[in-house]
């Protein structure tokens, strides 16, 4: 199940001005214009699961691990 949430939830007060750059698309932008997800991605060849910031929920989608996607 994908989750998305306000990286305030997650982030204290003072680190959301931190700039960030997007995983999926490069974009530039600050950690409180994001959102987090509960994700999957390839570590050292395996599948694991964390929380992944991306600036949108379209590029999460387009950067979360295929085999989650039924894109195997």
């Known amino acids: 199940m994908l989750h998305s949430a306000s990286p305030t939830s997650y982030v204290p007060p003072e680190r959301l001005t931190?700039?960030?750059?997007?995983?999926a698309c490069d974009a530039k932008l600050t950690l409180s214009h994001g959102?987090?997800?509960?994700?999957?991605?390839d570590y050292d060849g395996k599948v694991r699961a964390g929380l992944i910031?991306?600036?949108?929920?379209?590029?999460?989608?387009?950067?979360?691990?295929?085999?989650?996607?039924?894109?195997?």
């Open 35 to 41: 959102v987090i997800h509960l994700g999957h991605y």
């Open 53 to 72: 910031w991306t600036c949108s929920d379209k590029c999460f989608l387009s950067w979360e691990h295929s085999s989650f996607m039924g894109k195997c």
């Open 18 to 23: 931190e700039p960030a750059i997007c995983p």
